[in-house]
């Protein structure tokens, strides 16, 4: 079957560093998404992964292992607009037809 | 527009009506995407097309449900006889072919009474 698992929640600090991880288990692979959605919005585009290693855009940065079935999204210098569901998707070679996980609420604090 | 657009944006109806949500994709995009996102949850596909025919139907959850783009651009969703597990945000996204990103539009929420 296919799955994808993240946190359900997590917790941080404006201005730390914050890394949110995915596992995927898919019958094929063809890139990794992270989107983020804020409550009531809809999914805007962070980053895509096809290759095994880490790509860097901005404050946000992704990570892949193909071998592993493992992704990350690292956030750093957190703000309070940062506050949001953090989606992991997953083409599974499907023409862009995404598995999605069930996201991870991310709370940024003061 | 320059993203793509989705109407209406809130739609309240009762059980058992005809409902239909429209999509108008980013100019140029041949793929466009329906998914359904319930609250908590990631978005779950619906259907795929590629310019105008239904490349992918196979998450349409049944009969009732339906979707159109005669004209390889705008596409209308159509959910017949609404029953109240239908409520949720119907999610719309194109992309410039089938190996971009996609670009979702704001949703059309709908509640089933």
């Known amino acids: 079957g296919q799955n994808i698992d993240q946190p359900t929640e997590m917790t941080a600090t404006e201005g730390a560093i914050v890394q949110i991880n995915c596992t995927y288990q898919t019958s094929g692979f063809n890139g990794l998404f992270w989107y983020q959605q804020h409550a009531g919005e809809a999914p805007t585009f962070l980053s895509y992964n096809v290759l095994d290693g880490l790509e860097e855009k901005g404050r946000f940065s992704s990570f892949l292992s193909r071998s592993k079935g493992y992704s990350y999204l690292l956030l750093k210098e957190l703000q309070m607009k940062d506050s949001a569901s953090y989606l992991c998707?997953?083409?599974?070679?499907?023409?862009?037809?995404?598995?999605w996980g069930l996201g991870t609420s991310l709370a940024v604090n003061p | 527009g320059a993203g793509v657009s989705q109407t209406p944006s809130n739609k309240v109806t009762e059980k058992g009506k005809y409902v239909e949500l429209r999509c108008d994709p980013i100019s140029g995009h041949t793929a466009l995407y329906w998914y359904r996102q319930s609250l908590g949850q990631g978005p779950e596909f619906l259907i795929y097309?590629?310019?105008?025919?239904?490349?992918?139907d196979s998450g349409l959850p049944n009969d009732r449900f339906f979707a159109v783009r005669p004209e390889g651009s705008v596409s209308t969703l159509k959910i017949q006889r609404t029953e109240r597990g239908d409520s949720a945000v119907y999610l719309c996204?194109?992309?410039?072919?089938?190996?971009?990103?996609?670009?979702f539009g704001e949703g059309s929420r709908l509640t089933v009474l």
């Open positions: 998707a997953v083409d599974a070679g499907n023409n862009r037809k995404l598995i």
């Open positions: 097309f590629q310019g105008t025919g239904a490349a992918d």
């Open positions: 996204a194109s992309s410039p072919g089938t190996d971009g990103e996609l670009f």
